[in-house]
């Protein structure tokens, strides 16, 4: 498994909550010399690609190439296996993003008739499975025995919470205050 810094693992977090799976705006925090070299070691991993930014579609602009077309960052789907999230399907990324993310889809026909779309499915053995494991239990889980649990930052725990598990995959987190144990977080049972 990849090993991810904590900015590394927000700019993926953040990128994996967006439809479209653009990197970008970075954190404030990472500005000039220091976004280039950690956005440059994310594109040599395979985390992130750089790809033709779609301006018209607002998409935000990382860098113009030497002949002059605005280039986005894009997510891969290794990057998002590197923070444990099953990639929605392989058609989310802007155009011009490599892999199965090129591949032309047809145009969207849906209807009402049309069946509900299909489920997420995880993978087995990952981080993602692990944490709604904890979640499941009956004692629910801290963000601090997940970060042990998993070795992410807290705000990486948030960021997969809110985003990953109630965005993406629809399920409903609750949290309580339990004395002696401090704010602890639950999924229904399977």
């Not at 601090?144 to 399920?171: C, Q």
């Not at 949290?175 to 999924?187: A, I």
Request: hydrophobic share 40%; glycine share 10%; aromatic share 2%.
């Amino acid at each position: 498994m990849t090993k991810l810094s904590d900015t590394q693992a927000l700019i993926l977090s953040a990128a994996a909550q967006r439809d479209n799976r653009i990197a970008l705006p970075l954190p404030d925090s990472l500005r000039g010399g220091a976004a280039a070299k950690v956005v440059g070691a994310m594109i040599a991993k395979g985390l992130l690609e750089e790809v033709p930014a779609d301006v018209r579609k607002g998409e935000p602009v990382w860098r113009e190439s030497d002949d002059g077309h605005d280039i986005t960052l894009v997510a891969t789907d290794a990057g998002l296996a590197a923070i444990g999230v099953e990639p929605e399907d392989a058609d989310t990324g802007p155009e011009g993003a490599t892999g199965a993310q090129n591949e032309v889809s047809p145009p969207d026909t849906a209807t009402a008739a049309d069946p509900a779309p299909k489920a997420r499915t995880m993978r087995q053995g990952t981080k993602q499975e692990a944490v709604i494991a904890m979640l499941r239990a009956p004692q629910g889980a801290t963000i601090d025995e997940i970060a042990v649990a998993t070795n992410w930052a807290s705000h990486t725990i948030r960021g997969f919470l809110s985003g990953a598990l109630k965005k993406k995959l629809g399920l409903e987190v609750t949290s309580e205050k339990v004395e002696g144990r401090g704010r602890t977080y639950h999924l229904p049972p399977a």
